[in-house]
């Protein structure tokens, strides 16, 4: 069996410590294909950095945050592009998108940010993690506005069944964290609905542990916990679930 964690930010300062013995944990596991979306302008080098120590299983997106973006939104996404430009080797455009819960003053500029970015997805063939908190409709609304909507992903995916069919109509994979093995949540009852097919697996380490683990550090080695959760919700052998989201995620990004 092999996992892919589609959406990890190995290189946050959590892992700062000790990110070689939690990379080894994953490994263990069988998570060998961990890909790292960038978040700002300060965290490019700190991916780089890790992903020149494991270069066989850390792969680097590169994009801003919606949290990141600021009114001087034109000179960041300058300096992405440049990445993007810039020769060095990028599986994805990510993390962007549009976050509507902690700041909504800056709605246009995140509006902005994620429609350029999709744009330069669509240019390189390359596929995009999109975060969407408080934003669903939103985001569905300026990919409909585009001529060419790129691939990728609605990571941490935590919509309706309609939000979930809609996107999956447009081409779209779910990304499915820890948040599925959370007493009170609705996405196994949703999920039901839905062919696995469609999902794809992620942590958002450092955030959003599966349980036992909630309240803690989240790490890639987690992987195989929410890989069950989604195999019981199914009612599929566990290996057949791994087969499924990691080719699934592999066809996106690898």
Known sequence: MIFVDSHTHLYAEEFLADSDEMIQRALSANVNIMLLPNIDLESISTMKNLVEKHPNNCFPMMGIHPCSVTKNVEKELEIIKLELDSGYKYYGVGEIGMDLYWDKSTEPY???????????????????????????????????????????????????????????????????????????????????????????????????????YRGKRNESSYIPLIAQKLADIYEIKLEELASITTANAVNLFM
Not at 138 to 160: D, E, R, W, Y
Not at 178 to 194: A, C, F, M, R
């Open 110 to 212: 995140q509006a902005l940010a994620f429609t350029t970015q999709c744009e330069w997805a669509v240019e390189r063939n390359l596929a995009v993690s999109i975060h969407t908190r408080n934003a669903t409709q939103a985001c569905i609304n300026l990919l409909k506005s585009m001529k060419q909507t790129p691939k990728g992903v609605f990571h941490c995916f935590s919509g309706t069944l309609e939000e979930a069919n809609i996107i999956i109509n447009m081409g779209f994979k779910l990304g499915i964290g820890g948040v599925v093995t959370y007493k009170n949540s609705t996405l196994p009852e949703i999920l039901k609905q839905l062919s696995p097919e469609n999902l794809v697996m992620e942590t958002d380490s450092p955030y959003l542990p599966p349980v036992p």
